[in-house]
């Protein structure tokens, strides 16, 4: 990747990081949330792409916490949004799913309000019964 297009994409992630979408309505959330998709997703490591570590490690948490807040949102507002863009991470390689399955009406199975207000905790191991 070119020099340039490393700027080009930073500067894309930063930008939607400042926007003020606390006020936002439904329609400019779902394409807020499409933009911070789409950044994250290029922030992500590939096999393919040489990572810049330093801003991928400083980037790629407030990508990630922004995004899972606006999904959040946007589903509380009445909003499709998948499952999977509520994840912590968000699917790889083959098994990126793209834009229009996250979030919108081609949704496959969009998130219910209870779903995505619920925060994933670890497993906890079970107890054997004595």
């Known amino acids: ?10 500067h894309f992630a930063l930008t939607r ?3 003020s979408w606390r006020a936002l309505e439904r329609p400019e959330l779902e394409v807020l949330l499409r933009h911070l998709l789409m950044a994250e997703h290029r922030c992500t490591l590939h096999r393919n792409v040489v990572p810049e ?4 490690r400083w980037l790629l948490p407030r990508l990630r916490r922004r995004r899972q807040t606006v999904a959040r949102r946007l589903v509380a507002r009445g ?3 998948s499952p999977l863009a509520l994840k ?6 083959s098994d990126w799913p793209g834009l229009a399955a996250l ?3 081609q949704v496959w199975a969009p998130a219910d309000r209870r779903s995505a207000q619920r925060i994933p905790r670890p497993m906890e191991p079970q107890r054997l019964a004595a």
Do not use: F, I
């Open 17 to 19: 990081l400042k926007v």
């Open 53 to 56: 570590r330093p801003t991928n």
């Open 1 to 10: 990747m070119a020099h340039s297009d490393e700027q080009a994409h930073l």
């Open 79 to 81: 909003g499709r949004v």
């Open 88 to 93: 912590h991470a968000l699917p790889r390689g």
């Open 103 to 105: 979030v919108g009406r």
